[in-house]
T-cell receptor, first 113, second 113 residues
Framework: DTGVSQNPRHKITKRGQNVTFRCDPI?????LYWYRQTLGQGPEFLTY????????KSRLLSDRFSAERPKGSFSTLEIQRTEQGDSAMYLC???????????FGSGTRLTVV | KQEVTQIPAALSVPEGENLVLNCSFT??????LQWFRQDPGKGLTSLLL?????REQTSGRLNASLDKSSGRSTLYIAASQPGDSATYLC????????????FGKGTRLSVIA
């Protein structure tokens, strides 16, 4: 068990391009969460999955954002037509069950130029 | 809607001092409360998880208390060390029950040798 893995660690993209991030949770964890964090702020919830089902999406998750978790294992977060305001750290976390501690990955830092 | 506030926003102390970080939340019907540590540019590390039925949790030099009725939690760090320098975040579920977490903005701690 190597914890939660996120790739890539850093991504620089031009405005208008599409980007995709990957998260590999701890293998036995059923729940997987995506958060976004900007400088000086706490993480903001984007969406979460229980196994392969996407249970909740924040209003922060515009139509340009989509997340999947096929087969209830790894997850991807795609941002289409990136904007400068999308620049942030994208964090993934997983937990075994309700009420259990979260384990976070190291994040993917996105810079849109 | 759950909101989390952390005071102070930043704190600088000399090495060896005991210190208290504060967290308050608006909806006291929480399932649990979690404290995290975040180093610059990194993901979050879970420090302590307090279930709603508990009043405190301890891990090494860290002690977290929870007072649900007043909507408050404190994180006590004993005999602080320069390696404790980081941002400390608290988080509670978004709604009553165990739903995705909402975070405070954190307290940035600097321990001076």
């Amino acid at each position: 068990d190597t914890g939660v893995s996120q790739n890539p660690r850093h991504k620089i993209t031009k405005r208008g391009q599409n980007v995709t991030f990957r998260c590999d949770p701890i293998s036995e964890h059923n729940r997987l969460y995506w958060y976004r964090q900007t400088l000086g702020q706490g993480p903001e919830f984007l969406t979460y999955f229980q196994n392969e089902a996407q249970l909740e999406k924040s209003r922060l998750l515009s139509d340009r954002f989509s997340a999947e978790r096929p087969k209830g294992s790894f997850s991807t977060l795609e941002i289409q037509r990136t904007e400068q305001g999308d620049s942030a750290m994208y964090l993934c976390a997983s937990s075994l069950l309700e009420g259990q501690a979260y384990t976070f990955g190291s994040g993917t830092r996105l810079t849109v130029v | 809607k759950q909101e989390v506030t952390q005071i102070p926003a930043a704190l600088s102390v000399p090495e060896g001092e005991n210190l208290v970080l504060n967290c308050s939340f608006t909806d006291s019907a929480i399932y649990n409360l979690q404290w995290f540590r975040q180093d610059p540019g990194k993901g979050l590390t879970s420090l302590l998880l307090i279930q709603s039925s508990q009043r405190e949790q301890t891990s090494g030099r860290l002690n977290a208390s929870l007072d649900k009725s007043s909507g408050r939690s404190t994180l006590y760090i004993a005999a602080s060390q320069p390696g404790d320098s980081a941002t400390y975040l608290c988080a509670v579920p978004l709604n009553s029950g165990n739903t995705p977490l909402v975070f405070g903005k954190g307290t940035r701690l600097s321990v001076i040798a």
